[in-house]
């Protein structure tokens, strides 16, 4: 079954912890996710994160960095466009993010 953790400060809890993370701001439609996401696998995880969420808070959310300044000093302090968004190795550990905002 399909995971959806609706608080992110449990993004690094161990059902959570793995390489790739999902990431869900707004309202998305499971027509949406199968679009950029899919195909959904029962595995799957997906984070979601209020609409106001930047890239420094996803980027400590998962461990990638101690804290949001630590995170804008090494180039994250953007805000995360509308639509799909995906970045292969980020951080140490080479993590995978995905991004999909619709907050319109």
């Known amino acids: 079954m399909t995971t959806i953790v609706t608080n992110p400060d449990i993004a690094l809890s161990p059902e959570v912890n793995r390489r790739e993370r999902n990431v869900i701001i707004g309202s998305i439609t499971g027509e949406e996710l199968d679009a950029f996401f899919g195909p959904i696998k029962d595995d799957d ?5 209020p609409d ?3 890239f420094p808070e996803i980027m400590v959310a998962f461990g990638i960095f101690k804290s949001k300044t630590q995170a804008r000093k090494n180039g994250w302090d ?5 639509g799909f968004w995906m970045k292969e190795k980020v951080g140490k550990l080479n993590q995978s993010i995905a991004i999909l905002k619709r907050t319109k």
């Open 45 to 49: 995880v997906f984070i979601l994160f």
């Open 78 to 82: 953007k805000d995360i466009p509308e």
């Open 52 to 54: 106001d969420a930047r």
